[in-house]
Every structure is written in structure tokens, then in C-alpha cells.
């Protein structure tokens, strides 16, 4: 997921201060802790590091947006413990062949109390197809036949294998079999959309409105824009008797150390991605008071490249700044949370990659000066004080420190002059989409459990998802194999050849896999991220 995913996926986010609501609208005092009857009102209390862009399931792309979606949206399925479950779905049949999937809806109601139907789904994946929705993740649906075609503009949507067979049935074709399917109709843009609303109101999803109409454990009760959002537990839902939390109070505060001021005076509850993360000031006082939770994570750090700039278009200096980050020197000396430096596209978390692929080393000074050398020779560069890189960061305390130990780095032993520029979170979105960048920090988390989901973002320029202008036809090949592969070992050896291709031209410079860090209340239960960074409300509960 991307500008992450994770945002996202976003290791750590940051600096302007959004002090309002910091106590949700009253004083801890008085903040609902308990009901009038003198039991826990089972309200919880969090931060974001921002506003969410979207809350459109099928137009949202980054983790603030996926906090939301999660717990207010329930698709077909869902992932808890690493295992597929249904949610949505009350039964799955799946062909011998495994094309073709069956989807029996459970009775199921909206908020506004209207059935769920098979046609909500066909909408909504039919909405994110059509190539005038521009739905960055468009491309998560096309393992379904006639997918691709539809949405690239040279296929019809009447070609496309969604089929209503009745209203609580969900016939789905696939071109390929794929073996991560039940885990991709848990995603965000496999989620429903109340379709009658959708049809009669384009900007449904804008506001926390009566038009915002959802299935999930919780309803969009107020959405305050840049200062709160508040979720409440939704009683049309299936399950909701199994839904602990009455209230989930989530303001929006972008500075970390304003986020952990917070949590240490007890007006949060949990301190941790997507729900901001731990600053790096607090960490060894966290580990000290043995409260810091750090967990695996399938996510990944990156600097991405413009391989269309002036001097990161070409191939050698991007290998050269690639291979001139101290990645252990950081992670010992800057972020501090048991990382691992990132040697690869993929994390080590994923199935198959666990290993090392010996694409470079790090901090390695010496090939990283030849290949500055052999870039400025092609570029007709005699000193390297004439590269100007702008390095791009999102405002965060954390990205700044990463961006300055790396800046610093770069001029020391390369003699190139790096300037860091920042940007609020949306604005800098849309100069990273534009390519309005030299070099510019992202993260991407798993958005399901298998390597492809790292690797197929790059698959062509114009993949929403990609923002780096680069794409290479051996690379987007491999792919295409190994999606009509089914041996599971040579299908893996297939995406670590298009690894392989990307890492010998560098649109991205691994830094270093995630780990997850987060604290909470001992009266908080049930609340952890997964190892692709979801937390399921549904499942959290209060218990003072």
C-alpha cells in the first residue's frame, strides 16, 4: 500500500503541530471513559498523523485512508491471524480449475438499513475499472478476466467476468489461477459501495454525511476535516455482537512528539502505525519502561528515483546513491527500531525472499564511486559538485533525520550537493505523482502476502502506483509469467528475476525493512498490527 503505502506507510510522520481536538471535543475528564451507569463506555481514543485523502474505498491509496476503510467497509473476505475468513461471503465455492469463484452473501445490511447485494460489489469493482474513475489501484483487480482490458481502454465492461447471478450471489472468472485471490477480495478496493447512493451522488464519500453509507463493524459518525475523526460501532452489522467498542475517537495530530505527549498524560490509548507512530525520541525511553512492542512487518522504506530528471535519469548515479547509504549506520544511530537494512524490493517477511539476493551491498563506498564515475562520464560531467539532487520528504521529525543522515552522507563521500525539500502530506503526493521530484522517500506496505504485491507496482510508467518514469519490458515480462505460473518455486523464481532486472537499473534505492513499533494502555486488548500493518477494531476492546 502505498505512501504507506503505510503513511503510511509512513514509518514515522511529522512536524506542524495540530493541537485541536487533542482531547476530542472535552477534557479527560470528562472524555466518556465511563456511562452513565457506571460501566466502561468502551470508547478508544487515537491519532492520525494527517487527514485522510480519500475515503473512497476504490480511490484511496495510502494508510491513513486504510485506517478508516477497514473498520467502516467489510469485503468478502477478511484476513485475521494470517488466515483468510470469511466476512462478507458465507460461502466460497471454487471451480476445479481454479478460475472461477462463487460468493454467497451472508444476510448482510448497510447502515441505513438496505441489504447488501451482489450488485454492490460488481459496482464497485466495476467503478475502479472504469478508466475514467483514475483508481490508483486499479490494477489489484486484474487477476479477474477482462480486467486489464477494461480499464487500460481496449476492452469492454461487459467483458469483464463480475456476474450478478442473484442478489445475494457472486459469480467471479478469473484469466489466471490466483493462488492470493481470497486474500485480495479482503483489500480496500474489493470492498462494496452502497451502489444506489453511489449512482445518485458522485462525491458520496466527501463527508461523514447521510450519504456515507457503509458495512462494516463501524459507521463514519463525524468527520472533521484536518481536525477529527469519529467512528461509532454499527449496529446493522452482521456481527456486531461480537464488537467490544462503542466509539473510537480519532483526532488528527502530525507531530510525534506532540502524539507520545499525548499517550504518556493517558489521552490516547495506543501510540503506533497506521495510528501515528513512535517518535524517535521516546523509543529508548519506551524500551526502558518496557512498554515498546516491535514486531515484524511486510513493509519496505524506499528513496524513489525520477528517471526522467536531470541527473537520477541516468542509470550510474542512481546505482551510486543506491549503494552510498549507510543503511546499518541508520537504523543504529536514527530510527532505532530493529530494522533491517533493505537489500532488495522485497522484505524479508514475504514467503520465498528471506534470503538475501545479493543484489549489492551496503554502504558500498567503492563501487558506489565507480559508479558515479562511469554516470558523470555519460552524462559529461567532470566534478561532482555539478549534481544538484532535491531530496523529497513528507513533514516529519523522522523522515527529516533519515533525509539529513543520508544528505550528509552523499556529500561526504560522494561530493554531491543534496538540498531536502518537504511538503505537507497531500501536496507532496501529487508532486510525487507528477514527478515533480528528484529523489523523494516512500513506504510500501505488503497490501497482501506475496512478493508480486511489492514488484508489480513498477510494472509501467503508467501504473498508478509506480511514480518513478521507469518501466523495462524483461521486467514487466516476468510478471506476466509468473501470474500464469502455477509452481509455487518457479513462480517465486520468476519475480526474483524481475527483481533482479529492476536492481540492475535502480528506480528505487532500498533503504531498509520496517518493523512495527507501537505502545498501548494496558486496558487496551486485542490490539496489535498484523505483519502488513492492519488493525482490526472489531476485535479491540476496553477493559478498565
Not at 184 to 190: E, P
Not at 413 to 428: K, P
Not at 458 to 478: F, V
Amino acid at each position: 500500500m502505498k505512501k504507506n503505502n503505510f503513511l503510511l506507510l509512513s514509518l514515522l510522520l511529522a512536524l506542524s503541530v495540530v493541537l485541536a481536538a487533542c482531547n476530542f471535543g472535552g477534557s479527560k475528564e470528562d472524555s466518556g471513559s465511563t456511562s452513565t451507569d457506571g460501566t466502561s463506555s468502551k470508547e478508544l481514543n487515537l491519532v492520525l498523523t494527517s487527514e485522510p485523502p480519500s475515503l473512497h474505498p476504490q480511490l484511496a491509496t495510502d494508510s491513513a485512508s486504510n485506517a478508516i476503510l477497514q473498520n467502516v467497509f467489510e469485503g468478502l473476505t477478511t484476513v485475521k491471524d494470517g488466515e483468510v475468513v470469511k466476512a462478507m461471503a458465507e460461502d466460497i465455492q471454487v471451480s476445479e480449475d481454479n478460475l472461477t469463484y462463487t460468493f454467497t452473501l451472508r444476510d448482510a445490511k448497510w447502515s441505513n438499513g438496505d441489504t447488501v447485494t451482489a450488485q454492490d460489489f460488481e459496482y464497485a469493482w466495476k467503478f475502479a475499472l472504469n478508466p475514467a474513475s483514475a483508481s490508483e489501484y486499479a490494477s489489484i483487480l486484474y487477476p479477474i478476466k477482462g480486467a486489464q482490458s477494461y480499464n487500460e481502454g481496449e476492452g469492454a465492461v461487459e467483458d469483464v467476468a463480475i456476474k450478478v447471478v442473484d442478489e445475494k450471489t457472486l459469480e467471479v472468472t478469473l484469466e489466471n489461477p490466483t493462488p492470493y485471490f481470497l486474500e485480495l477480495t479482503a483489500f480496500k478496493t474489493y470492498y462494496p459501495i452502497h451502489s444506489k447512493t453511489a449512482e445518485a451522488n458522485a462525491n458520496w464519500a466527501a463527508d461523514a454525511g447521510d450519504n456515507y453509507i457503509t458495512n462494516g463493524p463501524f459507521t463514519l459518525a463525524d468527520w472533521q476535516h484536518s481536525g477529527s475523526i469519529t467512528l461509532e460501532k454499527n449496529e446493522t452489522y452482521w456481527d456486531a455482537a461480537n464488537v467490544a467498542l462503542n466509539k473510537v475517537n480519532i483526532s488528527m495530530v502530525e507531530n510525534e512528539a506532540t502524539a507520545a505527549t499525548m499517550f504518556d498524560a493517558g489521552e490516547i490509548d495506543f501510540l503506533g502505525a497506521p495510528y501515528q507512530t513512535v517518535g524517535l525520541d521516546v523509543i529508548n525511553r519506551y524500551k526502558e519502561e518496557g512498554i515498546l512492542n516491535i514486531q515484524d512487518y511486510a513493509a519496505i522504506y524506499v528513496y524513489k528515483f525520477n528517471t526522467t530528471g536531470e541527473f537520477t535519469k541516468n542509470a550510474n548515479i542512481r546505482k551510486a546513491l543506491t549503494l552510498a547509504i549507510d543503511r546499518q549506520g541508520l537504523i543504529d544511530n536514527i530510527t532505532k527500531g530493529e530494522q533491517t537494512p533493505a537489500l532488495g524490493m522485497v522484505p524479508k517477511a514475504i514467503k520465498g525472499f528471506e534470503e538475501d539476493r545479493g543484489y549489492f551491498k551496503d554502504n558500498d563506498l567503492e563501487e558506489a564511486k565507480k559508479a558515479l564515475a562511469a554516470g558523470m562520464q555519460e552524462l559529461g560531467i567532470t566534478d561532482p559538485s555539478q549534481i544538484q539532487i532535491n531530496l523529497s520528504i513528507n513533514t516529519s521529525e523522522a523522515h527529516a533525520a533519515i533525509a539529513q543522515f543520508v544528505q550528509e552522507g552523499w556529500h561526504k563521500n560522494l561530493g554531491i550537493d543534496v538540498t531536502i525539500d518537504n511538503s505537507e502530506w497531500q501536496v507532496y503526493l501529487d508532486k510525487v505523482s507528477n514527478l515533480d521530484y528528484d529523489v523523494a522517500r516512500m513506504g510500501w506496505i505488503a497490501d497482501y502476502n506475496d512478493a508480486y504485491t511489492f514488484l508489480e507496482q513498477y510494472d509501467s510508467a503508467k501504473n498508478g502506483n509506480n511514480d518513478t518514469g521507469w518501466e523495462h519490458p524483461e521486467y514487466a515480462s516476468l510478471l506476466k509469467q509468473s501470474i500464469t505460473e502455477t509452481d509455487a518455486d518457479a513462480r517465486i523464481e520468476l519475480l526474483k528475476q524481475a527483481e533482479a532486472v529492476a536492481m540492475s537499473e535502480f528506480p528505487i534505492a532500498p533503504v531498509y525493512y520496517y518493523t512495527n513499533l507501537f505502545v498501548k494502555k494496558d486496558y487496551v486488548k486485542n490490539m496489535a498490527p498484523d505483519s502488513l500493518g492492519n488493525v482490526q477494531l472489531k476485535y479491540v476492546d476496553i477493559n478498565k
